[in-house]
């Protein structure tokens, strides 16, 4: 089955301690994105990429990091994560032959920070 | 003004009846839009893609204004299964980066 997977789900954290949340897709899609959605807010990227080895800040990548080793895992990294950061995170990924139209979603991970 | 604007809602709506909402972009140089939908949540999945000609999927139809600078999406014969959240998507002038509204909320009540 074609997915996007995320870990973990949920994640209650305290301010400071790094934190990873793993992003894996089996589409072998180029084009990986993480997103951060709030309330009242629309989907912000952090960061995405466009191939291995190759990663670009989107509207909103400070406080975080990514990489991109291999094609089907985009994982972010909280170094020291802050309550500011509480939010509901999804990984997203696309072929870029379709131009990212159609961007197929993680379930997304709920990250509380206190 | 933010790049791409809906009315939040709730919009409720009763089952069977048509339900259109609106979404404006300030960038003249967009190429692409599209509706995606969101179950509470849950991940934004694509609904359809906008092109300038109008298009229609089912019970859904999908407008471009590029004068106005506003998509629309109409909802035929609503149903239950239809309440969610849905979010206007605009590509933002370059291939890779989307902007993303804030959302419309729908409630389908019977």
């Known amino acids: 089955e074609a997915q996007v997977t995320q870990n973990p789900r949920y994640l209650i954290t305290v301010t400071g301690k790094k934190l990873t949340v793993t992003c894996s897709q089996n589409m072998n899609h180029e084009y990986m994105s993480w997103y951060r959605q709030d309330p009242g807010l629309g989907l912000r990227q952090i960061y995405y990429s466009m191939n291995v080895e190759v990663t670009d800040k989107g509207d909103v990548p400070e406080g975080y990091k990514v990489s991109r080793k291999e094609k089907r895992n985009f994982p972010l990294i909280l170094e020291s994560p802050s309550p500011n950061q509480t939010s509901l995170y999804f990984c997203a990924s696309a072929g870029l032959g379709q131009s990212t ?3 197929y979603f993680g379930p997304g991970t709920r990250l509380t920070v206190l | 003004r933010k790049e791409v604007e809906q009315d939040p809602g709730p919009f409720n709506v009763p089952e ?9 972009y300030s960038n003249s140089a967009s190429q692409s839009f599209f509706w995606y939908r969101q179950d509470c949540r849950k991940e ?4 359809m893609s906008v092109y300038s000609s109008g298009n229609e999927d089912g019970r859904f139809t999908a407008q471009l204004n590029r004068a106005s600078q506003y998509i629309s999406l109409l909802i035929r014969d609503s149903k239950l299964s239809d309440s969610a959240t849905y979010l206007c998507v605009v590509n933002s002038g370059s291939n890779y980066q ?6 419309t909320k729908l409630i389908i009540k019977p």
């Open chain 1, 101 to 103: 139209d159609t961007q």
């Open chain 2, 16 to 24: 069977g009846a048509t339900v259109a909402f609106n979404c404006t």
């Open chain 2, 44 to 47: 934004p999945k694509l609904l």
């Open chain 2, 98 to 103: 989307l902007i993303w509204g804030a959302g």
